[in-house]
């Protein structure tokens, strides 16, 4: 695959990321057996094999364990410590943990600093390339997140800093504190999901030259059926009437490029100026594969707005 900058960084990333969120196989880490395990590192081969340089974790994906067999994997593979990209998140914490708390987003000093020594624990790695904020704290206090981030940037623990879900205001709050810029933003983009391009996430990564980073580029799967008609519709009307629209379009413009609408999909979002890099996690080897080919394809820009029409069911005013 070709490369990119990552944000003003000087590290070159795939253009597509592998999203190593289900590799465990579920979210309870209990269930995590040794034939498990075995599967996930054979998956992460598979992207590896495929060409992406770029694997994006969270601490919480797996139960934790999505990061512990990313570790194992490294512990096979050591040049992937010089060889792959790794980012990863903090900030999610889970009812009862510890007993008798609540589902909450904690994005406190304490909670940042405890969280990047268990993820390098579990990742078998010395230094994190790219870590990011997970989902926004109502309680952010940009100072005090910017004294986290110095304190474990200088120890040599994180490369770059990034965000996720964060709306432009809190993005522009937690960067006024910190003196090094903020690259990324994780995001949630696809077909079915066009806010990012009206609410100033996207003008704002172009403006900052951060990274977007496109989480569920497939809406969950809701997409699939809008380049597989053998594939389960999704239950909502208006996803089903998206895809009734996108399905022979994605078809049309899949065969001109000489690709699968699965590739279309993809190439859509990364022919965005702002160099959005969708983030791939199919745990099928053959679909990892497949997903690579948008990183050939230079959609035009007539056929980029025939399939935002048919994504958004009407035309511009």
Request: hydrophobic residues 40%; proline residues 5%; glycine residues 6%.
């Amino acid at each position: 695959m070709k490369t990119q900058t990552l944000g003003t960084t000087d590290i070159q990333v795939t253009r597509l990321c592998y999203g190593a969120m289900r590799i465990a196989g579920g979210w309870d880490k209990a269930k995590v057996d040794a034939a498990a395990i075995e599967r996930g590192i054979r998956i992460l081969e598979s992207a590896v094999d495929a060409g992406y340089n770029f694997i994006d974790h969270a601490d919480i994906y797996g139960d934790t364990m999505s990061e512990a067999i990313y570790g194992m994997a490294v512990e096979r593979h050591p040049d992937w410590r010089d060889k792959l990209i790794v980012g990863t998140k903090c900030g999610i914490r889970f009812e009862d943990e510890p007993p008798g708390t609540p589902h909450r987003y904690d994005f406190s000093g304490e909670h940042i600093r405890w969280s990047i020594d268990e993820s390098l624990k579990r990742l078998n790695l010395e230094r994190i390339d790219l870590y990011q904020l997970h989902r926004p704290d109502w309680l952010a206090d940009p100072e005090e997140i910017a004294s986290a981030m110095l304190d474990i940037h200088k120890a040599g623990k994180v490369r770059y800093f990034g965000v996720s879900n964060f709306r432009p205001s809190l993005v522009a709050a937690v960067q006024s504190a910190l003196p090094f810029p903020l690259v990324s933003n994780q995001v949630q983009i696809h077909l079915l999901r066009l806010n990012t391009f009206e609410d100033g996430t996207l003008d704002q990564c172009l403006e900052k030259k951060m990274t977007p980073l496109a989480w569920s580029p497939f809406a969950g799967g809701r997409l699939a059926a809008a380049c597989d008609d053998k594939a389960k519709l999704p239950q909502s009307e208006y996803d089903i009437a998206a895809v009734a629209r996108l399905r022979p379009l994605l078809a049309d413009v899949a065969n001109a490029y000489g690709v699968t609408p699965l590739a279309i999909v993809l190439a859509w979002l990364m022919r965005h100026p702002s160099k959005i890099i969708p983030i791939y996690g199919s745990n099928r080897p053959e679909a990892i594969l497949e997903a690579t080919k948008a990183d050939s394809v230079d959609l035009d820009r007539d056929n980029w707005y025939r399939i935002l029409f048919a994504a958004r069911g009407i035309k511009l005013e």
